[in-house]
């Protein structure tokens, strides 16, 4: 305010201009202002990454599509680059398209030999301390469990057919939280101090004398549970620097999600996506229908390019690994050109989740080289050869003629009628005449080389086809030649082990991070005795460490394992049929010639007393084997497991002397068994009172608690030890 010849003049602020002091409205302008810059030049920085991917990726998708082409059947198709589709030619009507589509069944058997075993994993210990030794232990059970839940077999060989057909097939460990058992949970709690009922999902406060509500007092939830999603090569994006599958820093991921899928997942932000008319712009139709089909046929599990595209949309996921400037990595979500979500590595990760399952890699690019690229020229060969053969036997059986101008033969006179009579009129000495064939008979010799080269490349020779190779006889031989095959398959069976690897740690890392209450697992053995142990979270600690057992995933043959089991028990080496039909895997014969299901049904409930301290009686009629094989395991198992008290452990140690004692009282009818020869020599089991040539029982007299030999659990010092 100013005072002008005594007047005084007011000054206004300027309008446009609001103050800009912290908390005012024009500060808050400004923060928003920044922070839709912001996300504005981070969605700029998305879309940049996807496009560079995308032309790395666009190279390699031609062969894909080619090669589910003729892993579909549809062998004459052709690559148009323009238009980045597949089409079929026009076929003129006198031309034979013969398909005979070998190299289905080239990699359909790849895969069925990669699959034949499963990778032996093992959580190792990060120290010899006894701590780290019982969280290993509860380490593989717990990837035990894991593998079971995520249907690994299952998404193992649609990776591997992925890998075999396109070269590659991407894995990705995930944790769902509407998976997984379900908990009842309180809905709502009760201020009384307030007077108000509290909701707590929401945390909303409501007057006791105001409350009224037709909903359940408690709620069901899901715990969540460790996943295995499979990602389609067609969505998947990895970094442009990669040299290998195995050093990609950066990939990008997309999955078409329905809209109210999306809205529940990302709120406010996710209601604002809208459903895109297209699922994959970048192929056209018919390319969009191969790929459905290969999918139903089971090329790979789910990626909602068969599904109707309506109230969907297209989300993409960016994932970088840890560095300096994202120390926790990077995630960004986005979808329909905004930002969904921004921050850190879901789920607790240390690392990019996704796996690749390679066919054959090359050491100068990321993406593996496949097995039906170097098939499906040997294929099309195979094809026109066939084709040509067909061709020419029509035309021997119906002839073209060369039929002169001016001899008045009808168009329809030449036909397959028997006995016809063809009237021409004669022009000289020229008449109408049939048109010789040339012989096709070095087709067949071509054929048989192009099968010859086919069998080589998938190392799949007349053993892998059930065919008996020419002058073999022997069935080892036979046996020997198929190793032969399967160890050519050494390279690929090394790449799905070190995969395998990375999956089995990334899923007990997920488990360590997410399981948060105990949950109770089913658990297979090490004689296959399911037993259920209870686990959570802290439980597993640093045991992510998991090893593959090098060369386990090469195909065996099961018909030479027994042989070779079997002529060492002919030979006295392995003395208790049982061991040798457990070698065998012959699980059901131990259940029928020997009854073991309801005697190990007795141990393990006899496990679960002892393990409370209870004293348990040992009966006469009890197999003692069988109950000494289950007392063992068991301690082996819960060697390191604190919930045990020290006294339990001695009472499990004297119960499981108590059936070594009664083994000793048999000793001497095992002998006099022996020496007729009723015993036959091979029914002594591992442990069991066999006689020396100088006829001294070996187990006779044996202490109590204490095995024949020295073996057996552990003696009373470890008492304390093993409560640890």
């Known amino acids: 305010m100013a005072a002008v010849g005594g007047t005084q003049h007011i000054v206004p602020a300027h309008p446009t201009l609001p103050s800009r002091g912290p908390g005012t409205i024009g500060h808050v302008l400004d923060e928003r202002t920044k922070a839709e810059q912001k996300e504005q030049d981070l969605l700029s920085e998305m879309k940049r990454r996807l496009r560079q991917m995308r032309a790395v990726r666009a190279l390699h998708e031609g062969a894909w599509l080619i090669n589910i082409a003729f892993y579909m059947g549809n062998q004459w198709a052709t690559y148009n680059r323009a238009t980045r589709s597949v089409y079929v030619p026009p076929q003129p009507p006198h031309r034979v398209r013969h398909v005979s589509n070998v190299v289905a069944r080239h990699v359909d058997r790849w895969v069925a030999k990669l699959t034949k075993n499963r990778p032996t994993m093992n959580v190792e210990p990060t120290t010899n301390t006894d701590e780290d030794k019982s969280a290993a232990r509860a380490a593989n059970a717990a990837l035990e469990h894991a593998l079971r839940v995520v249907k690994f077999d299952r998404k193992l060989r649609a990776a591997l057919k992925t890998a075999a057909v396109c070269g590659a097939g991407i894995l990705r460990p995930a944790w769902d939280w509407k998976a997984g058992e379900w908990k009842t949970e309180k809905r709502y709690n009760l201020d009384q101090q307030a007077g108000t009922v509290i909701d707590i999902k929401t945390g909303k406060r409501i007057p006791v004398d105001r409350f009224t509500s037709d909903a359940a007092e408690t709620v069901e939830q899901p ?49 604002r996506v809208r459903p895109q008319k297209q699922d994959r712009p970048e192929i056209l139709d018919y390319s969009r229908r191969l790929i459905a089909d290969f999918e139903s046929k089971g090329g790979w599990e789910t990626s909602g390019v068969n599904e109707s595209i309506r109230d969907r949309a297209a989300v993409y996921r960016y994932m970088e690994e840890p560095s300096q400037t994202f120390p926790k990595g990077r995630m960004v979500v986005w979808a329909d050109e905004q930002i969904l979500d921004a921050g ?381």
């Open 223 to 271: 715990l969540g549970e460790v996943v295995l999603d499979y990602v389609p090569p067609f969505d998947f994006y990895w970094d442009t620097d990669a040299q290998g599958p195995f050093d990609c820093r950066r990939v990008i991921e997309r999955s078409f999600l329905p809209i109210d899928e999306i809205a529940a997942e990302w709120g406010d932000r996710g209601r």
């Open 344 to 724: 850190k590595l879901p789920w607790g990760l240390d690392r990019i989740p996704h796996t690749v399952v390679p066919c054959t890699t090359l050491p100068w690019r990321f993406w593996p080289r496949s097995l039906m690229d170097d098939l499906r020229r040997l294929q099309v060969e195979r094809n026109k050869a066939l084709s040509q053969d067909i061709e020419a036997r029509n035309l021997t059986r119906w002839p073209k003629l060369l039929v002169p101008h001016g001899c008045n033969l009808r168009r329809d006179a030449w036909n397959s009628e028997a006995g016809e009579k063809v009237f021409y009129t004669p022009i000289g000495p020229y008449k109408p005449e049939m048109l010789t064939v040339g012989s096709t008979q070095h087709n067949e010799g071509h054929i048989l080389r192009m099968d010859s080269d086919m069998r080589d490349i998938s190392a799949q020779h007349e053993v892998s086809h059930a065919q008996v190779p020419g002058g073999v006889r022997s069935g080892n031989a036979i046996i020997a030649l198929q190793e032969a095959d399967d160890t050519v398959l050494g390279p690929a069976a090394a790449e799905v082990e070190a995969a395998t690897e990375w999956i089995g740690s990334t899923l007990l890392l997920l488990q360590r991070e997410n399981y948060v209450e105990r949950r109770f697992l089913k658990i297979t053995g090490e004689i296959n005795s399911p037993y259920v142990t209870a686990i959570m979270g802290s439980d597993l600690k640093g045991s992510i460490d998991v090893r593959v057992v090098p060369g386990s995933s090469i195909p065996q043959s099961k018909y030479l394992k027994e042989e070779r089991v079997l002529a060492l028990f002919k030979a006295g080496l392995i003395p208790d049929p049982r061991r040798a039909l457990r070698l065998m895997d012959r699980h059901d014969a131990l259940d029928l010639y020997f009854g073991e299901g309801a005697s190990r049904q007795i141990a393990r409930k006899e496990n679960l007393m002892l393990a409370r301290g209870e004293h348990v009686d040992v009966m006469p009629e009890e197999d003692a084997h069988l109950h000494i094989e289950e007392h063992e395991q068991f301690m082996r198992e819960r060697k390191f497991d604190t919930r045990i008290p020290p006294e339990a452990w001695a009472v499990m140690r004297q119960h499981v002397g108590d059936h070594y004692e009664s083994l000793a009282d048999k000793a001497p009818l095992l002998d006099l068994l022996a020496k007729t020869g009723m015993g036959g020599g091979n029914f002594r089991q591992p442990g069991s009172i066999a006689s020396e040539p100088g006829g001294r029982s070996v187990g006779a007299g044996v202490p109590p608690g204490r095995p024949p030999g020295g073996g057996g659990p552990p003696g009373p010092s470890r008492a304390t030890a093993g409560a640890g």
